[in-house]
């Protein structure tokens, strides 16, 4: 894991690979319990019966959202800027679901910084991150995020 002391740190680790979090399975208690917190409940994601008969490969898929919303649990263990006041989600300049996740599936991050920028009383922090899914050449996305973190 990649620790530093203060978010002005980060500065020398832009423009490289800064590691790959451990693999996570996305079951389906998972799938269905993110379903239930956003509402969404098509068929694809929580209807394990009808996935078996329809879907490719005869299981559910998780959201693309979930795989995405995923992303802080899985960079916790890449990197830790240990002196920070807080940190902050600034959004994403570009998000690209590629491969689905099945139910069941493995996945880890692949966590990049792009980019460090200094912003008033910290520094902002644009990576980029591919979930892999175990045993897949392509990946389940890649997605351009930014973080604001403050000393």
Not at 41 to 57: F, N, Y
Not at 116 to 136: C, D, M, N, T, Y
């Amino acid at each position: 894991m990649l620790e530093v002391e203060r978010p002005a740190d980060m500065v020398a680790f832009a423009g490289k690979v800064l590691g790959t979090s451990e693999w996570l399975t996305v079951d389906q208690s998972m799938i269905d319990r993110f379903a239930e917190a956003t509402g969404d409940h098509q068929w694809i994601h929580v209807d394990v019966e009808r996935a078996k008969r329809e879907m490719p490969g005869g299981k559910t898929i998780a959201h693309g959202w979930l795989t995405l919303s995923l992303l802080p649990r899985l960079s916790q263990g890449i990197w830790r800027i240990a002196k920070r006041s807080r940190g902050i989600n600034y959004g994403a300049n570009k998000i690209r679901f590629l491969n689905p996740v099945t139910a069941g599936s493995r996945i880890r991050l692949v966590q990049t910084l792009k980019a460090v920028e200094p912003v008033e009383g910290g520094q902002r922090l644009i990576f980029e991150a591919k979930v892999e899914i175990e045993g897949h050449e392509r990946p389940a996305l890649i997605a351009e995020t930014i973080a604001l973190v403050y000393d």
